[in-house]
């Protein structure tokens, strides 16, 4: 009787549209107990994504893969709750113009590519993804912020192109392809990590971000500012550089251009991201 009563209140919450939350026992990334419904496997073959009519939406268990365009055009949807997903296939949610909000409770092996452009009310991104398609994240407006865990692999061309409030980047240590134009029309980026697999291309691809002030170089050696960076920025940059590097990097001349050179330690997010010293 439980049971029942409980589907019914899932079924009222999204106005009649079908979501049959009650295949996913109400859990949603890792078993927790979800306040929220759950798109089941039974929505999952039927693809009634585009059509909900719910603010709040959970994965269950059992939908580990969002197909191509299944939720694409949905302006009802606000806030999204992932569990462990393998594939958010191309323009899963291109368009869903009211979409604030992404919840990752585990790890995201894929967004693919267009997965989310259009989402212009899309405020931050902040979870633990292995690869970023192209254009993933594309002319997300309202984007200010993005974080990766350490399972970051790969991000595509354009990935987050035209994301002209994005202000704060922080990749994971893991990061080792990093494709050109990836922050195409990204002007307003304040801070960015640079992993130690891109440490010396990245230098160039950030040179047209006029408003750079910190940098966090998450590399596990010395090495000379590249050559070829004339055009960055560095004289109004921040330096940050692993603690045990700190004398290596103030008495190498090449870095000498930047407005400071800093131990990682003192960055913001040294403790919150567990970058290695």
């Known amino acids: 009787m439980k049971k029942i009563l409980k589907c019914t209140a899932l079924v009222a919450l999204v106005l009649g549209m079908g979501l049959t939350a009650c295949d996913s026992k109400s859990k949603s990334g890792g078993g927790k107990k979800a306040d929220y419904p759950l798109y089941s496997s039974k929505d999952h073959a039927n693809k009634i994504g585009a059509q909900l009519k719910v603010e709040v939406l959970g994965f269950s268990d059992k939908v580990m893969d969002v197909t191509k365009g299944e939720f694409a055009g949905n302006t009802t949807l606000k806030e999204l709750h992932f569990g462990k997903m393998v594939n958010i296939a191309e323009e899963a949610?291109?368009?869903?113009?009211?979409?604030?909000?992404?919840?990752?409770?585990?790890?995201v092996d894929v967004i693919n590519d267009y997965a989310f452009e259009g989402c212009i009310a899309l405020k931050?991104?902040?979870?633990?993804?292995?690869?970023i398609g192209l254009g993933a994240f594309k002319g997300c407006t309202a984007l200010d912020s993005v974080r990766t865990r350490d399972n970051i692999y790969w991000v595509r061309e354009g990935a987050f192109e035209g994301c002209t409030n994005?202000?704060?980047v922080l990749m994971g240590m893991t990061l080792s392809k990093y494709e050109?134009?990836?922050?195409k029309d990204c002007p307003n980026i304040e801070e960015i990590s640079v992993p130690s697999a891109w440490r010396r291309h990245m230098f160039n691809e950030y040179?047209?971000?006029?408003n750079l002030k910190k940098v966090y170089l998450l590399v596990m050696e010395h090495y000379a500012f590249p050559a070829d960076s004339k055009a960055f920025p560095a004289e109004q940059v921040d330096l940050y550089v692993p603690d045990n590097l700190i004398a290596q990097y103030k008495q190498d001349a090449s870095w000498a251009r930047f407005k400071s050179i800093l131990p990682l330690s003192q960055s913001a997010y040294y403790k919150a991201d567990g970058w290695s010293k």
């Open 93 to 107: 949610f291109k368009g869903c113009t009211s979409l604030e909000r992404i919840h990752m409770s585990q790890t």
């Open 124 to 131: 931050s991104l902040d979870g633990d993804i292995r690869t």
């Open 166 to 168: 994005l202000k704060s």
């Open 180 to 183: 050109d134009g990836a922050f």
């Open 207 to 210: 040179k047209d971000m006029k």
